[in-house]
């Protein structure tokens, strides 16, 4: 399993046609931010812009061989892809929802091609999941295009899996990718964790 520094880092790293260059500035109150546990890079999301970026060090090193170079921040553009029945945006070609009704205990529903299944209900009664641990998986894609089911299976990596974690009363308050499915509850929580929320409220908050 590849795991990445946090949601997106390396699609943001290639530095994708139509990207915005953006130097660090203060969080404003309306920006839904996410750290890595290291707060060493970060995500910063706006109702039209998901930007990525490192997070330079209060004192600067030294000796500059040991500090991160890449200090710029990297955007996307954000496009709202909610309906009567999903809330659901997407940014650097990868989708996220979830259902306006909540959440289910073992559920599975789709989106823009994308297969989201509650993996763990963290916290929920009967039919209820208030908290929970949700997969994205996108089998197979052409360029920008949607998400389909993989043509072969033959040993080919997913275009991408996302593990998230969902709390009705913040949104997402966690997140992180994957190239192919966790085989554990304890690694999908691991993947989730790469990416933590410390704004306010998360994305997809009702």
Not at 26 to 34: A, S, T
Request: aromatic share 8%.
């Amino acid at each position: 399993m590849i795991r990445l520094a946090f949601l997106l880092a390396t699609a943001a790293l290639m530095w994708p046609a139509g990207a915005i260059s953006k130097k660090v500035e203060p969080h404003r109150v309306d920006q839904i931010v996410y750290v890595n546990a290291e707060r060493t890079f970060e995500v910063i999301v706006t109702e039209t812009t998901w930007t990525v970026g490192a997070i330079p060090a209060r004192i600067p090193l030294a000796n500059p061989v040991d500090s991160n170079p890449f200090t710029e921040r990297v955007g996307h553009a954000v496009k709202d892809c909610s309906d009567t029945t999903y809330q659901c945006l997407q940014a650097w070609s990868r989708t996220l929802a979830v259902p306006r009704a909540g959440l289910r205990p073992g559920s599975a529903y789709s989106k823009e091609g994308v297969v989201f299944n509650v993996e763990e209900c963290i916290r929920g009664k009967g039919a209820r999941c208030q908290v929970a641990v949700v997969s994205a998986i996108c089998e197979e894609r052409d360029a920008d295009g949607p998400c389909r089911t993989a043509t072969s299976k033959m040993h080919a990596p997913l275009e991408y899996v996302i593990y998230f974690m969902y709390n009705e009363d913040f949104g997402i308050t966690a997140m992180g990718v994957a190239n192919q499915v966790a085989s554990t509850a304890e690694s999908r929580r691991v993947i989730a964790s790469q990416s933590i929320l410390i704004s306010k409220k998360g994305l997809l908050k009702n």
